[in-house]
């Protein structure tokens, strides 16, 4: 069966993670063998991920239950589907409510799919959580390509423009949606807001849960006359977390099998390459137990090593990068944004307003740059309340 455009019609089949015994085996001798490195004057993680942490990371590591996550992921409803030669792991998960409306949920780096795990229930089934059914969400959550169970990738490159019209296809041809809605954070708001350019006419709105820095072009275009008098600090937040961007950015761009050697071979680097950007960017002032549970962080850690993910999940870094440099056209589909005070960028309101249909503004009181990991009810109530308004053609 072929569809309208000549190609194959595709199907998602029923996806259970399952990680062999051997690859369990083979991490806990690996922790057990860490060679530590030689450690001075880094108590306060000057110089990156401290040994302290690290050690009781790997000792809970060990004790951790991977599979008793695993019947904690595949409780939710898994699919993968091969788009063009791309194999994407999704979570599709029915709303119960009179008319749910599709939603995409797209993530970052160094999240997973999983960083969405705890928005799913409220979102599908508003009663069961205090909610109005007339809120309900038919939530559907891939794995960038490259990231987690969606691998291996191909060798064509990994852009926000690939990835749109993945999702597109994803939700319009496999689950067969005519209109949906689309969320994203840091890569996924880059894929959320690309969906405006190659799949419009299907948008029922966007909501962005990071700063919408692919609106306006890039961070690099600010100055600070253009922040309101409500924005006081906004500018000097930035220009000080821009340092714990480049220290990944650079590497991840130019060298990432380089680094990929290195990380996809040692548990512990990996977990210190991935843990030192939550606790940087997530609203925790220092402290990753104050906001995740140890169970989330191994998780997020764990599916990066089991999947051998590390080196194709930033390979977006280099493909995407130069593309994302191009200036951005107006974005006509109704945007909602949610500023959480610990992200990465804070952005002007007056600047995205100039660049975007925007619809909904909000400034939350606590939250970082992992906002449905972080605050998840919080998420869970701006989502309501943006598309509220939107469910119906026209809205």
Not at 16 to 21: G, Q, T
Request: proline share 7%.
């Amino acid at each position: 069966m072929a569809s309208d455009d000549g190609r194959s019609a595709v199907r998602a089949v029923p996806f259970e993670i399952h990680v062999p015994d051997e690859e369990l085996d083979d991490l806990a001798a690996r922790l057990r063998a860490t060679r530590w490195a030689p450690e001075v004057g880094n108590e306060d993680w000057r110089y990156g991920a401290t040994g302290e942490f690290l050690r009781e990371l790997v000792e809970a590591w060990l004790a951790f239950d991977w599979r008793a996550q695993e019947k904690v992921i595949n409780r939710l409803p898994n699919f993968r589907a091969e788009l063009d030669g791309t194999p994407i792991h999704f979570v599709h998960q029915r709303g119960s409510g009179p008319e749910p409306l599709p939603l995409v949920l797209s993530h970052g780096w160094p999240w997973t799919f999983w960083d969405w795990s705890e928005v799913i229930g409220p979102l599908t089934d508003p009663a069961s959580y205090g909610g109005d059914p007339v809120d309900a969400f038919d939530v559907v959550v891939p794995s960038l390509p490259g990231f987690g169970f969606s691998t291996p990738l191909t060798e064509e490159p990994v852009t926000v423009r690939r990835i749109a019209g993945l999702w597109d296809r994803l939700m319009t041809e496999v689950l067969g949606y005519g209109r949906y809605g689309a969320v994203g954070g840091d890569w996924g708001e880059a894929v959320t807001t690309e969906l405006d350019r190659v799949a419009r006419e299907h948008l029922a709105g966007i909501y962005l849960s990071t700063a919408p820095t692919t609106l306006i072009g890039g961070m690099q275009t600010l100055t600070p006359e253009e922040y309101g008098p409500d924005e006081a600090g906004w500018f000097d937040h930035t220009q000080q977390m821009i340092r714990t961007v480049l220290s990944h950015g650079h590497a991840h761009v130019l060298d990432p099998q380089t680094l990929a050697w290195a990380l996809n071979d040692s548990p512990v680097g990996l977990a210190a390459w991935l843990m030192e950007r939550r606790r940087n960017w997530s609203d925790c002032g220092g402290d990753l137990g104050s906001v995740y549970s140890t169970e989330f962080l191994l998780t997020t850690i764990s599916l990066y090593w089991f999947t051998h993910s590390f080196g194709s999940s930033v390979r977006i870094y280099a493909d995407a990068t130069a593309a994302l440099a191009e200036a951005t056209a107006y974005v006509e589909t109704p945007v909602g944004v949610g500023v959480f005070p610990a992200d990465v960028f804070l952005v002007p309101r007056e600047r995205v307003a100039a660049a975007a249909n925007l619809r909904h503004w909000s400034v939350q009181p606590r939250g970082g740059h992992f906002a449905p990991a972080e605050q998840p009810q919080a998420v869970v109530e701006e989502l309501r309340t943006f598309f509220r308004p939107l469910r119906r053609l026209g809205g």
